[in-house]
């Protein structure tokens, strides 16, 4: 992260784009190009017919961004008597377009400032997704982003519309392509240097998070490979009762019915690809996992007490850990194609979320906290007190026999785990 800047060195950079360049702008390709930040305020500029002052601040932004943590950046650096993000026909917008179309970012950045009189620090502009795609997550997860850095005065969308011909709306709807138009208080900005290093560090935090995430949700995984492992899985039986690996501790999957247990007296046949998706899940990514791996009489979900609860509770489950996601199967009787189970206090926002992403993976068939209310008081999601984000998913059978529904499984399961990555 940016430690620290002097007022010096803001005004030196700030004073690279009020002696305006012989170029209308300026592309910088830094050693990041999944991400492209865009200031195209950064000199003055002329809107309808008056000539406006230079955001000049937005392109210093970008220029941080540049130096200290390589992404690549396109700034306007001279007026033509022009509005680079208002006017429809322009070459500023037109050689973003190249930029975006050579490297396929996953998010345009898009910088601007406004007056100090503004009523907010921070307006995300995206018309409520729409721009985004529709990935109403990474809306979320910028103004947490903000939060997280002591900036709590964030407006959504405020004084903006589809129907505005800014770079944001060009790129999502010419290209197809995630954008955002991010304008900050120049007030705030100008107060003190540590303000503009706080918006710097903000916007790196928040690329960081979801490059990790699209990283997540862009790897192919392989139903060949799922099947071979849930193959030889179910066929074997460890030596010990239960299997854990302590991995990435930001996500903890568990599978205590993954291998034969007795469940009131009756036999409950192994939920075995609920273990080898943990096993999977482990291999690509690294999380940390605990399943069932021997058949015995011991039922670790609706028991109070035992080794596997013990075991999840003091060596698996992290102070770090965001996620805790309990893997079930469902019987092919069941209506629902998913069931979720969650503790009383759990964060609302975050279900909705998740619902978004069922609903993404053509899972729509689903019901919250509708079966086992027997064993509440026993239900592990009740009983960890770490504070993190507890989850019992339940798939249905049927989802898991077609190779085309289990398909919609592993992709929900990515995305969902996905979106707990900080």
């Known amino acids: 992260m940016l430690k620290n800047l002097t007022k010096n060195q803001i005004e030196i950079l700030q004073e690279g784009f009020k002696n305006e360049g012989e170029s209308s702008y300026e592309f910088i390709l830094g050693n990041r190009s999944d991400v492209i930040i865009s200031a195209p305020h950064s000199c003055s500029f002329t809107k309808e017919g008056k000539n406006m002052p230079a955001e000049c601040n937005s392109g210093v932004i970008a220029k941080l961004l540049n130096k200290y943590f390589g ?46 009189e503004s009523d907010f620090v921070v307006n995300v502009c995206s018309s409520y997704g729409k721009t985004l795609q529709d990935d109403n997550g990474m809306i979320g997860e910028l103004i947490g982003t903000f939060k997280n850095f ?30 955002v138009q991010i304008e900050i208080n120049n007030g705030f900005l100008e107060y003190s240097p540590q303000n503009l290093v706080k918006i710097v560090n903000a916007l790196h935090s928040f690329c960081q998070t979801i490059r990790k995430r699209n990283e997540i949700k862009s790897r192919q995984i392989s139903l060949e490979r799922l099947r071979e492992i849930d193959d030889a899985f179910s066929k074997t039986q460890s030596l010990n009762d239960f299997e854990y690996v302590d991995g990435i501790s930001d996500i903890v999957l568990s599978a205590p019915h993954a291998k034969n247990s007795v469940l009131n007296g009756k036999l409950k046949p192994s939920e075995s690809i609920t273990g080898s998706i943990c096993k999977l899940f482990y291999k690509e990514f690294g999380f940390s996992i605990i399943y069932k791996s021997r058949d015995n009489d011991q039922d ?42 969650l503790p009383d206090d759990y964060d609302k926002e975050k279900l909705y979320q998740i619902i978004n992403i069922l609903n993404n993976h053509n899972l729509q068939y689903f019901s919250i906290n509708s079966i086992f209310d027997s064993y509440k008081k026993t239900r592990t999601v009740n009983q960890i007190k770490n504070d993190c984000f507890k989850l019992q998913i339940c798939f249905n059978q049927r989802l898991i026999d077609d190779d085309e529904r289990l398909k919609d499984v592993v992709e929900c399961l990515k995305d969902l785990v996905a979106s707990f990555i900080i």
Do not use: M
């Open 150 to 179: 002591g900036i709590y005065k964030v407006a959504i969308d405020q004084g903006y519309s589809l129907e505005q011909k800014t770079v944001s709306n060009f790129i999502s709807n010419k290209l197809g392509q995630k954008a």
């Open 300 to 341: 670790y979900f609706n028991t109070k007490t035992n080794e596997y609860k013990t075991t999840l509770f003091k060596k698996v489950l992290k102070p770090s850990t965001k996620l805790y996601l309990e893997l079930h199967v469902l019987n092919k009787d069941r209506v629902q194609d998913v069931t979720l189970f």
């Open 71 to 116: 992404y690549s950046i396109l700034c306007k650096t001279k007026n033509c008597g022009d509005d680079a993000n208002s006017d429809e026909k322009s070459d500023y917008k037109n050689q973003l377009a190249t930029v975006c179309r050579k490297y396929s970012p996953i998010v345009v950045l898009d910088l601007h400032c406004t007056t100090s």
